[in-house]
């Protein structure tokens, strides 16, 4: 295992960075603290952001060429991701279709609908959203309930979602229904549904941090095309797989490089209050960069892994418990060792740094739990990567 870069990747890197700093006009918290800016012209912000990389030809970039890839390795994927990370750039609104959707839709879907939904899905001109989750069906997610009946060639979907990213802005949403009640896993299928129709009703979910960005989705009959049918009837589970996959997939690189940021935000912040000389605090700030650095060298080892041609493992459950719980204890510190200070948001006018650790304090909790619980996590890695007995 060779965890040094080469030349070219490290030529790749400066690319990606140079280029940032001429395209990107303001680190994503500025905005966030512009008291001008509304839940909706943010995600305009991170529309504009989505379309600059488009062009520039970053996204889907380890995709083949004609679904607008460029066949980029995994470690220039790794790379990039990094430099987004450590710039503060704006989320692109359609990380859910670029990152889950479209490479199901390259396993798995016809050759018509890559051509429908890659191009608008990289342009931003089509947001997309997950259903899975349901009310009752979340670790379980082979329990869910919603269901989709034939109805000449197309399927009419009834059921309810929850928990839904972005779905407030989305114009798609993947959803996962039963074909069959009665074939646990071979009843699923894989559905690509507009949701700019009568039968489906999205309701935003006003969350801890005040923001809405998730909802619940209520489908009263919606109108689900035979074109639109991922797959057969019935491989909706192993499709879901895939995604699944992706979205647990390894990180690698990118957590370390945003926590480093994060870090020196906190730093910066206890220094200003004159604690930095003391014993106990060094040891608090000492844990937490020694723990983001075995972060960053569990993200090379995984990297080094996916370079050699190996797919994401079970391993990358560690890597999600690392990050996650990592981030939770992250700002716990910044909320015992900058006190009443971290309760203020950073405002644009502002010269304290960038991080609003409050409002990390309260999204860290969710960290947790989205893309499989910590628990969950626990018992993969049980499981399948140290062959411990389960009942
Ligand atoms: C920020 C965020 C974004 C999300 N976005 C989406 C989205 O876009 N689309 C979507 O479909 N879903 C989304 N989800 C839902 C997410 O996938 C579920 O919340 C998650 O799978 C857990 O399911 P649940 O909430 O139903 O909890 P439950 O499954 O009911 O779990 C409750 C508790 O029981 C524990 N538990 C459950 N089963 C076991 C077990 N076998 N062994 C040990 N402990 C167990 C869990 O760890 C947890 O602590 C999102 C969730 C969050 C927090």
């Known amino acids: ?92 609104p359609n990380f859910l279709g670029i990152g889950l959707l479209g490479p199901a839709l390259i396993h798995h879907g016809t050759e018509d609908q890559r051509r429908r939904f890659i191009p608008p899905m990289l342009s931003c001109d089509e947001i997309w959203c997950q259903g899975f989750s349901e009310p009752s069906s979340g670790s379980d997610l082979a329990s869910l309930r919603t269901r989709a009946e034939p109805d000449g060639e197309d399927f009419r979907i009834t059921g309810q979602k929850v928990w839904t990213t972005f779905g407030p802005w989305a114009n798609w949403i993947f959803v996962l229904a039963r074909t069959d009640l009665e074939d646990r896993y071979g009843g699923i299928s894989f559905f690509l549904v507009p949701i700019d129709q009568a039968g489906v009703e999205m309701r935003p979910i006003r969350q801890i941090t005040g923001e809405s960005e998730f909802g619940e989705v209520f489908f009263d009959g919606a109108l689900a095309r035979r074109e639109h049918l991922v797959g057969k009837p019935g491989e909706g589970w192993r499709i879901a797989m895939t995604v699944l996959g992706y979205e647990r997939g390894a990180a690698t690189l990118s957590n370390p490089a945003q926590y480093d940021g994060y870090l020196h935000d906190l730093i910066a912040g206890v220094r200003a209050q004159g604690d930095l000389e003391r014993a106990d605090v060094r040891e608090k700030l000492g844990r937490l960069i020694v723990e983001n650095e075995v972060m960053r060298s569990n993200g090379l080892r995984t990297l080094a892994n996916l370079a050699a041609g190996q797919a994401p493992g079970p391993e990358s459950s560690i ?3 690392l990050w996650s719980e990592f981030a939770q204890r992250q700002s716990d510190a910044a909320l015992e060792l900058l006190g009443p200070q971290a309760q203020l948001a950073p405002t644009s006018r502002d010269a304290r740094g960038g991080v609003d650790w409050a409002y990390e304090y309260l999204w860290s909790r969710a960290g947790t739990i989205y893309s499989g619980s910590s628990e969950i996590q626990r018992n993969i890695i049980a499981k399948r990567v140290l062959g411990m007995p389960t009942r």
């Open 319 to 321: 890597e999600k418990i």
């Open 1 to 92: 295992m060779d965890l040094r870069f080469t030349d070219e990747q490290l030529q790749f890197q400066a690319d990606v960075r140079a280029w940032i700093t001429s395209n990107l006009d303001r680190p994503w918290s500025e905005h966030v603290a512009d008291a001008r800016h509304t839940p909706d012209s943010l995600v305009e912000v991170r529309r504009q952001w989505q379309k600059k990389l488009h062009e520039a030809g970053f996204l889907g970039m380890g995709w083949p060429e004609e679904w607008g890839g460029r066949g980029a390795t995994e470690v220039e994927q790794a790379l990039f991701e990094a430099e987004i990370h450590r710039a503060d750039c704006p989320q692109v």
